[in-house]
């Protein structure tokens, strides 16, 4: 049981590239959600998936896209990477329901030049 | 919308006595959970504690407690005979009922001296 898994661990562009961040969790868990995480500061949603093929948007989803095509995999897409996105990516999945404890991945740290 | 507010950036504790983290948060909703985190300088995001906000009791979970004011919007997270382990930034979230969202506030650092 590897609960969430996040990759890259670490990945570095270049102003204008996109790239997908990848998640999976192998819980079976119904909701998954997307962090970014910018020094000092704390969690804030990009986007959120409560099921296959359902997403919505967060606090702030301008610049990111999300599918969920499978109940295990939530991957968030940059679209064309900006400095203001270097940040840390954290990917966590829960069972349906806001009691649900949130498992969090590893986190991805980007860095956009 | 809801919004989670930590007052503290910073604090410290000497190691077995105890610290009091503050969280106020504002929501519409009738019913939400409220959660601390815990993330040491791993990254890695780890409940500490879970309230039920129709549950007047407040949570315990070992060392660590909870007093829970609803009428105030207060949450604030105690953790009894500090460990060095405990040093960690702290986050005070809440969570709708139903849905997949969760407001996070912006973490107090807590460290623990010897």
């Known amino acids: 049981n590897a609960g969430v898994t996040q990759t890259p661990k670490f990945q570095v562009l270049k102003t204008g590239q996109s790239m997908t961040l990848q998640c999976a969790q192998d819980?079976?868990?119904?909701?998954m959600s997307w962090y970014r995480q910018d020094p000092g500061m704390g969690l804030r949603l990009i986007h959120y998936s409560v099921g296959a093929g359902i997403t919505d948007q967060g606090e702030v989803p301008n610049g990111y896209n999300v599918s969920r095509s499978t109940t295990e995999d939530f991957p968030l897409r940059l679209l064309s990477a900006a400095p203001s996105q270097t940040s840390v990516y954290f990917c966590?999945?829960?069972?349906?329901?806001?009691?649900?404890?949130?498992?969090f991945g590893p986190g991805t740290r980007l860095l956009v030049l | 919308a809801q919004t989670v507010t930590q007052s503290q950036p910073e604090m410290s504790v000497q190691e077995a006595e105890t610290v009091t983290l503050s969280c106020t948060y504002d929501t519409s909703e009738n019913n939400y959970y409220l959660f601390w985190y815990k993330q040491p300088p791993s990254r890695q995001m780890i409940l500490v504690i879970r309230q039920e906000a129709y549950k007047q009791q407040n949570a315990t979970e070992n060392r660590f407690s909870v007093n829970f004011q609803k009428a105030a919007k207060s949450f604030s997270l105690k953790i009894s005979d500090s460990q060095l382990g405990d040093t960690a930034m702290y986050f005070c979230?809440?969570?709708?009922?139903?849905?997949?969202?969760?407001?996070f506030g912006d973490g107090t650092t807590l460290t623990v001296k010897p």
């Open positions: 979230a809440s969570r709708s009922i139903n849905a997949g969202k969760s407001t």
């Open positions: 819980m079976n868990h119904e909701y």
């Open positions: 966590a999945s829960s069972r349906a329901g806001g009691a649900e404890t949130q498992y």
